[in-house]
């Protein structure tokens, strides 16, 4: 009888695998079954793999697997997220090049998943910091750039003094570096955007196609937030500017009692000479300027200073006072809100401090509220009071008659608003794709020819961070001629965010070596959209946002057919340690690697995906406390080897009970592995490998239920039931070409099953009935229930709900 050693069965398979191109995915037009593209977020290269790896590898090669047993031709690529602040930190702090640290850990994650046996299209491998790839990168600049969609600016931004670049608010934690931890100061930049605003709302429309977690959905919808209101146009009476502010609620207008500025705006230097308060407040307003706009977002929704000028209400005349606060940033709306201290808590207290007035102008029907008295804003539902010619109108019906109104008068139009910023691209470090714009004197921000393409990256460049790109340092890389006129001319020295290279890289793997464009059209019309995305929820923002924007833009380029990448999307929980997170500096680092090499890769695989729901967190304390014992799932695999090579060595027939529970597991498993509930899948064939060994030691047969496992097995486990399938059940080819078995529907229908009472919603008894039994046999068993009739407690039944034959709800008058 064969022993299950991993350490002598899994790497003899690595190395066949490999040889056979097993998981290669067929490009034959004759190749007849359905495609299937899973893909994996890729990883970044910061050094061998982590537990985090080994659980989303471990789901998504489940996943691949499992649609190749199921008869699809399956795309299961890899690649690699190379470039990035992480490599380029990590080869200061070693004395080292960030291209000799990435490719060196690129080569060691690459040999521990083929360790792992992931199966992967290894001949569709690629860098995203190879040449190869990032000219691509700089190409879709290019055509970004010519749609107007890329642009120049200069805007305020967060700055680590630490690593020496800019960060994106959603990289700043706590009004530090979420990276270092060092605290971020503002500096203005001259930086490069992508207009992803423009597509805001197709990228709220389309959400509706997409198969994806409610979670990520509601993220991304909430960070595009969507505002209906009204523009409005307000007057500073002392310069006759005219300046806009969008609100959502415009039947709050008459509640206005001050004007606030962001300290940018371009009026307020203007504002503040015409105040008259110019020596005292422009050391105050330099200073909110130079706070990070992280803090601002934070900032005491109390402070503020007066410029001494007033803004005119235009639905009443009146003139309220004007202030600047870090509150409002520039980047939302347009610079400026009005305050309605009764209607804001924000406002209320800005209000309190400043001893401003507060004006009720909606209130509870039948209700008198004093501002007086008022400890804190109140909400907007009611009837509008103090309100002109609106007096009386419920609110917030009476938004739409308000917005109509401000039309007809000319003081303001409906508008709709969003959150979404534009994408900021520029970042001053070295380990990115250079930007492929040449800065004329002449003629100014001029395309790099594509023929000129990859703009490489050079390698001898000082890269040590020093308050501008390290480019900037390279004369070589600077100095150029501009393509339009040939006279000397610069090259932009700041690199790409990496999201830029990870936005398209899932089409590159359609036609990995395609020379003549970023992809093969053709092949992309065969594999795309993705059927299957796996990674981690903290992408549902950025990373995934990107995609489906980059997308839109593609499609409106008439280069794709379709406006959404991924069709279904699955995240996997966090590995846990004690209760927190892994890290160095807590100790409390778990290493995949040597597990796999003292227990095996599939021991491995199965406590990740046995541990728990594959989206929630799973703590390895809990699992495995210590890695010297053998984990429970190694000592399983070793009881289907048993199992297993003792059904190839008898002929006689399977038990009944055998064969029904071989036929329900593989109807319940089949409908577990395509809702990813691999660790109840995990569990079903646990069951069936005890029924088999009762069957075995009564001396029945067992063959049927050993294939059927060996099959099920193939997805969570494809080293040992590759070794079952092949040397121990006499296949000549591989199990992960075999089909998934078929299930027999007699047998696998349920012969009994357990039938819930309850009395009034609460359950009060459990009673075995078979399968089909009809509605009248379930109501008399529920009637008859002793369980029941003492809740009852002579309590006079109403209704009878019966749910044949699972469910029978006996609802009382009370």
Known sequence: MRRY??????????????????????????????????????????????????????????????????????????????????????????GIHPKEWTYANIEQQARSYRRLGMSFDWTRRLNTCDPEYYGWTQ???????????????????????????????????????????????????????FKITDYAQRLLDDMESLEWPERVITMQRNWIGRSEGASVTFEIAETGDAVEVFTTRPDTLWGVTFFVFAPEHQLVPKLVEAGGAKPEIEAVLETLRTTPLSSREEADTREGIPLGVHAVNPVNGEKVPV???PYVLMEYGTGAVMGVPAHDQRDFEFARAHDLPIRVVVQPEGEQRDPATMTEAHDHDGVMVNSGPFDGARSPGSIDRVTAWLEEQEKGHGAVTFRLRDWLISRQRYWGAPIPIVHCPEHGEVAVPD?????????????????????????????????????????????????????????????????????????????????????????????????????????????????????????QGQVIFGGASMSKSKGNIVEPMPLVERWGADSIRLNILFAGPFEDDIDWKLIAPD????????????????????????????PEQLRRLTHRTIRAVTDDMERFRFNVAISKLQVLTNGMRSALDAGDGAREAATALVVMLAPLAPFASEELWREVLGNSASVHLASWPSFDEALARDETVTLVVQVDGKVRDRIEVAADADEETCRELALASEKARRALDGREIAKVIVRPPRLVNLVTSR
Request: with cysteine; aromatic share 14%; hydrophobic share 40%.
């Open 5 to 94: 050693d991993p350490s002598e069965i899994e790497p003899k398979w690595v190395e066949r695998w490999e040889a056979e191109g097993l998981y290669r995915a067929s490009e034959d037009p004759a190749d007849p079954r359905p495609r299937f593209y899973a893909l994996d977020m890729f990883s970044y290269p910061s050094g061998d793999l982590h537990m985090g790896h080994a659980e989303a590898f471990s789901g998504g090669d489940a996943v691949a697997r499992f649609a190749a047993l199921r008869g699809y031709n399956v795309l299961h690529p890899i690649g690699w997220d190379a470039f990035g602040l992480p490599a380029e930190n990590a080869a200061i702090k070693r």
């Open 139 to 193: 190409w879709f600049f290019l055509r970004l750039f010519e749609r107007g969609l890329a642009y120049r600016k200069n805007a305020p931004t967060n700055w680590c003094p630490k690593d020496q670049t800019v960060l994106a608010n959603e990289q700043v934690i706590n009004g530090a570096c979420e990276r270092c931890g060092t605290p971020v100061v503002r500096r203005d930049l001259t930086q490069w955007f």
């Open 323 to 325: 202030f600047v606060a």
């Open 451 to 571: 023929d000129q393409l990859p703009v490489v990256l050079p390698d001898d460049v000082d890269f040590r961070p020093g308050g501008e790109s390290p480019l900037a340092r390279h004369e070589g890389f600077v100095n150029t001629v501009c393509p339009i006129c040939g006279k000397p001319a610069k090259r932009d020295t700041d690199t790409m965010d990496t999201f830029v290279d990870s936005a398209w890289y899932y089409y590159r793997y359609c036609s990995p070596h395609e020379a003549s464009g970023p992809f093969d059209p053709a092949a992309v019309e065969r594999w795309m959209p993705v059927d299957q995305y796996i990674g981690g929820v903290e992408h549902a923002i950025l990373h995934l946002l990107y995609c489906r924007f980059f997308t839109k833009v593609l499609f409106d380029m008439g280069m794709v057919g379709f406006t959404e990448p991924m069709k279904r999307m699955m995240n």
């Open 627 to 654: 890695p010297e014992k053998r984990p429970g799932v190694t000592t399983w695999l070793g009881r289907v080897f048993a199992a297993v090579g003792e059904a190839c060595e008898r002929d006689t027939p399977a």
